[in-house]
Nanobody, 122 residues
Framework: QVRLVESGGGSVQAGGSLTLSCAAS????????LAWFRQIPGKEREGVAA????????EYSDSVKDRFTISQDNIKRIHRLHMTNLKSEDSATYYC???????????????WGQGTQVTVSS
């Protein structure tokens, strides 16, 4: 099991930027795939971005492609989501997640952070 702790949420105006961070207690084979999801109350959780540790291969949802960037720091055991050109529809609770291989946003993840709120005002 990997413990994940998010930070960096907050309020921002539309068009602004925000970076979320997720610190992992350790990196094991259970954290070979790192990702970010988001959820709005009453809606299903949506996969936003994923990165394969080692190769750095990235996957993004169509709704955030070209605006969000996922990155990962092996030494600090942190993965980040840098969000730019934020829109009101990006407002949600963001969760970081980790799973063993294979890696993909459409796969079930078994390690989750507690969530951090992002609010974008227009």
């Amino acid at each position: 099991q990997v413990r994940l702790v998010e930070s960096g949420g907050g309020s921002v105006q539309a068009g602004g930027s925000l970076t979320l961070s997720c610190a992992a207690s350790r990196y094991t084979e259970s954290s070979s795939c790192l990702a970010w999801f988001r959820q709005i109350p009453g809606k299903e959780r949506e996969g936003v971005a994923a990165i394969l540790v080692g190769s750095g291969r990235r996957e993004y949802s169509d709704s955030v492609k070209d605006r969000f960037t996922i990155s990962q720091d092996n030494i600090k055991r942190i993965h980040r989501l840098h969000m730019t050109n934020l829109k009101s529809e990006d407002s949600a609770t963001y969760y970081c997640a980790a799973r063993a291989l294979p890696c993909g946003l459409d796969l079930p993840f078994n390690n989750w952070g507690q969530g951090t709120q992002v609010t974008v005002s227009s």
